[in-house]
C-alpha cells in the first residue's frame, strides 16, 4: 500500500512538471512573438508624431481650434515618450546586437530635438488662432467660436496660405517615410527604397522673403479690410475689436513666419536625414 502511495505521487509530480514546462514553453513562445523592440518602438513613436503633426495642420485647414489645441497636446505627450526611449533604444545597451547594424541613435535624438521645436512653432500657431479671451461674458462659448472662425477664416481663405500647408504637410510625410525606412534599414547594404530616394530628390526650403512678403502684405489690415475678402459677418467682427486683442494683421503676420519656420524645421530634419551614411 506504501509502495502504491508513492508511485502516486510520483506520478503527480511528474504530470505537474510537465504542466509546468508547457506553461514555460507556451510564455517564451509569446514572449518571442509579440515582443517589441526598444527600436522598434522609438520609430513608431515617430510615426505617431508626424500623425499629431499633420492633425494640427488638418484642423488648421478646417478652421478647427479646438482639434489644434487638442492635437499638440497628443504631440506634446509623443514627444515625452520618444525622448523617454533614447537610453533603452541606445544601442550601447543592446545586449545581442548579432548581424544587425547599429541604431541610429545621434539621428534619432536630433530628429526628436528638431520635432520639439516645430511643437513651440505649432504652439504659437495655436495661439495666435485662439481666442484671447475677451467677449460676451454671458456667451463665452458662443463669442469663442465666433472668434476662432474669424481668425481661422482670414488665415485658410488665403491662397498662398493653403498652399504653404499643404507643401509643409507633404513634406512632413515625406520626411516622415524616409526617416522611417532609414531608421529600419539594419544590413550593410545600400538603401534603395522608395521613400529615400523621394526625400532625395525634393527640395525642401523656408519660404523665400519676397514670398514672404507678397503673402502678409496681401493679408488683412486693422484700416484696410476689403469688400468681399471676408465671409459675410466676419469682417465687422474682426474691426470691431470686440474680443481680439489686438491687430489681427499682426496675428496673421505671426501665422505666416510660423509656417515659414515649420518649412525650416522640415528641411533641418531632411538635411540630417541625407547626410547619413547609408551605405
Do not use: W
Not at 514627444?79 to 537610453?87: G, I, K, P, R, Y
Not at 494683421?249 to 519656420?261: I, Y
Amino acid at each position: 500500500c506504501k509502495h502504491d502511495l508513492e508511485d502516486d505521487f510520483e506520478s503527480r509530480y511528474a504530470e505537474l512538471g510537465e504542466v509546468n514546462v508547457a506553461i514555460m514553453i507556451q510564455f517564451v513562445i509569446d514572449a518571442g512573438l509579440n515582443f517589441t523592440s526598444p527600436k522598434q518602438k522609438a520609430i513608431n513613436k515617430l510615426d505617431d508624431i508626424t500623425n499629431c503633426c499633420r492633425a494640427v495642420l488638418d484642423a488648421f485647414c478646417e478652421e478647427d481650434i479646438s482639434r489644434m489645441q487638442r492635437s499638440t497636446g497628443l504631440l506634446a505627450k509623443a514627444l515625452e515618450e520618444a525622448e523617454s526611449l533614447m537610453t533603452v533604444s541606445d544601442p550601447k545597451n543592446q545586449l545581442a546586437p548579432f548581424f544587425a547594424t547599429p541604431f541610429r541613435i545621434e539621428l534619432y535624438e536630433k530628429v526628436v530635438h528638431l520635432y520639439r521645436r516645430m511643437l513651440s512653432d505649432m504652439y504659437l500657431l495655436v495661439l495666435v488662432c485662439a481666442d484671447s479671451g475677451h467677449g460676451d461674458d454671458t456667451h463665452p462659448d458662443a463669442a469663442n467660436d465666433e472668434e476662432n472662425s474669424s481668425i481661422l477664416s482670414v488665415l485658410v481663405l488665403n491662397s498662398d496660405i493653403k498652399r504653404a500647408v499643404a507643401s509643409i504637410k507633404g513634406e512632413l510625410e515625406c520626411v516622415g517615410a524616409a526617416l522611417k525606412t532609414i531608421l529600419e534599414h539594419d544590413t550593410e547594404t545600400a538603401l534603395e527604397e522608395k521613400a529615400f530616394r523621394d526625400l532625395m530628390g525634393r527640395k525642401i526650403h523656408s519660404i523665400s522673403k519676397d514670398h514672404r512678403d507678397r503673402m502678409i502684405a496681401s493679408l488683412p489690415h486693422r484700416d484696410r479690410i476689403y469688400d468681399g475678402f471676408l465671409p459675410k459677418g466676419i469682417s465687422n467682427q474682426v474691426t470691431s475689436g470686440a474680443g481680439l486683442n489686438g491687430d489681427v494683421h499682426v496675428r496673421c503676420t505671426v501665422a505666416v513666419h510660423t509656417l515659414d519656420m515649420l518649412h525650416t524645421r522640415l528641411a533641418a530634419i531632411q538635411a540630417k536625414i541625407i547626410s547619413e551614411d547609408v551605405y
